[in-house]
């Protein structure tokens, strides 16, 4: 009963937090032709391979200072987690392979077109409207999940593009779930990266008082720093700005705006969202019925077809479940 998924959601995360033990019906088999990338996503080193003629990711944890415990735990927590994450503008997640050296890989799709930053820099024309519109149908998502999921490291390299051009949000090391109907969460990381972080969170007291705020609040103030970031490129201004204290980057030049259609309406949705006080962000319903709204006047409103993405064909998924795990999937991809 659907009722009762977010009980034993939470149990299961508390769970694996505390154990060093993730669920067996994640582990798969049968990865091949291994080799390491220059990419490093989050907290782990990417590798590219191939399973049942398809080529995946693998990340593995980097940070061997935590030790292996504590490494455990964080990888059971990620990947459980992000397999109860199923959404269009959300990287699937396939399973955890353990490789003969005995280190853990989360696997997932391939992203050829690299992540958001590396495919606006090839592409410095791509209408960015649509991606946009994309990474807030992820948050909403990610949001009205019961319980909540919050991201807590959104940023423009967590961010992938897929073979037909969509944006999904990826990356869940650093997420917390909270349950917000009783102010309990089951878990809590603060962590994030420089520029994108909340300044409530810069300006939190202690470690405890973070505990209190609404931490959805504070991905969409991420969510407007990488608008802007997406718009501005290699003329950001980010870096120069002392956040926590309220500096925001000043409107981009009028060239470039009209280059990457940055318009008024646009400037003014990444304004709503990185407000310093995050009671008057905008949430993530508000902020993709604004886009959707843009999008549907331009007459160019997203289908919401999973199956023009082949790394979301169910289809595989299914295949892979079938050989590797005696346990159903879930219900279909969320559009």
Same mark, same amino acid.
């Given at each position: 009963?659907? $009722?009762?998924?977010?009980?034993? @959601?939470?149990?299961?995360?508390?769970?694996?937090?505390?154990?060093?033990?993730?669920?067996?019906?994640?582990?798969? #088999?049968?990865?091949?032709?291994?080799? /390491?990338? %220059?990419?490093?996503?989050?907290?782990?080193?990417?590798?590219?391979?191939? @399973?049942?003629?398809?080529?995946?990711?693998?990340?593995?944890?980097?940070?061997?200072?935590?030790?292996? %415990?504590?490494?455990?735990?964080? !990888?059971?927590? +990620?990947?459980?987690?992000?397999? *109860?994450?199923?959404?269009?503008?959300?990287?699937? !997640?396939?399973?955890?392979?353990?490789?003969?050296?005995?280190?853990?890989?989360?696997?997932?799709?391939?992203?050829?077109?690299?992540?958001?930053?590396?495919?606006?820099? %090839? %592409?410095?024309?791509?209408?960015?409207?649509?991606?946009?519109?994309?990474?807030?149908?992820?948050?909403?998502? =990610?949001?009205?999940?019961?319980?909540?999921?919050?991201?807590?490291?959104?940023?423009?390299? *967590?961010?992938?593009?897929?073979?037909?051009?969509?944006?999904?949000?990826?990356?869940?090391?650093?997420? &917390?779930?909270?349950?917000?109907?009783?102010?309990? *969460?089951?878990?809590?990381?603060?962590?994030?990266?420089?520029?994108?972080?909340?300044?409530?969170?810069? =300006?939190?007291?202690?470690?405890?008082?973070?505990? &209190?705020?609404?931490? /959805? $609040?504070?991905?969409? !103030?991420?969510?407007?720093?990488?608008?802007?970031?997406?718009?501005?490129?290699?003329?950001?201004?980010?870096? /120069?700005?002392?956040?926590?204290?309220? *500096? $925001?980057?000043?409107?981009?030049?009028?060239?470039?705006?009209?280059?990457?259609?940055?318009?008024?309406?646009?400037?003014?949705?990444?304004?709503?969202?990185?407000?310093?006080?995050?009671?008057? /962000?905008?949430?993530? +319903?508000?902020?993709?019925?604004?886009?959707?709204?843009? @999008?549907?006047? $331009?007459? +160019?409103?997203?289908?919401?077809?999973?199956?023009?993405?082949?790394?979301?064909?169910?289809?595989?998924? #299914?295949? @892979?479940?079938?050989?590797?795990?005696? !346990?159903?999937?879930?219900?279909?991809?969320?559009?």
């Amino acid at each position: 009963d659907e $009722r009762y998924r977010p009980c034993f @959601l939470g149990a299961v995360i508390r769970l694996t937090r505390k154990t060093l033990v993730y669920p067996s019906c994640l582990g798969i #088999r049968g990865i091949g032709g291994c080799t /390491r990338t %220059n990419g490093q996503g989050g907290f782990g080193i990417i590798y590219k391979g191939s @399973l049942l003629g398809r080529t995946v990711a693998l990340k593995k944890l980097k940070d061997q200072r935590q030790g292996y %415990n504590k490494l455990t735990k964080d !990888f059971a927590y +990620e990947a459980v987690l992000w397999r *109860n994450v199923n959404h269009i503008n959300c990287l699937p !997640f396939y399973g955890i392979f353990q490789g003969n050296d005995g280190d853990l890989y989360l696997i997932s799709p391939w992203m050829e077109r690299g992540d958001l930053s590396v495919y606006l820099s %090839n %592409n410095p024309d791509a209408d960015r409207l649509p991606l946009v519109y994309d990474i807030a149908r992820g948050l909403e998502y =990610l949001h009205s999940m019961q319980p909540t999921i919050v991201h807590g490291d959104l940023k423009c390299l *967590n961010i992938f593009v897929t073979s037909t051009r969509r944006a999904c949000i990826a990356d869940f090391g650093l997420s &917390n779930v909270r349950d917000f109907s009783s102010k309990a *969460n089951s878990s809590m990381t603060i962590g994030g990266t420089r520029g994108f972080i909340a300044p409530e969170l810069y =300006l939190a007291q202690s470690d405890e008082q973070p505990r &209190n705020f609404d931490l /959805r $609040r504070c991905d969409m !103030f991420a969510f407007g720093i990488v608008i802007y970031e997406m718009y501005a490129g290699e003329q950001s201004k980010l870096h /120069r700005c002392n956040i926590s204290g309220g *500096n $925001r980057p000043p409107l981009l030049s009028q060239e470039l705006c009209k280059m990457r259609g940055l318009d008024d309406d646009i400037w003014q949705l990444i304004e709503c969202l990185w407000k310093q006080d995050p009671d008057v /962000r905008l949430v993530a +319903e508000s902020a993709r019925a604004f886009v959707g709204y843009k @999008l549907q006047a $331009r007459n +160019e409103m997203r289908s919401s077809l999973s199956g023009q993405d082949p790394e979301w064909d169910l289809g595989f998924l #299914r295949r @892979l479940s079938v050989a590797m795990s005696p !346990f159903e999937l879930r219900g279909p991809v969320a559009t």
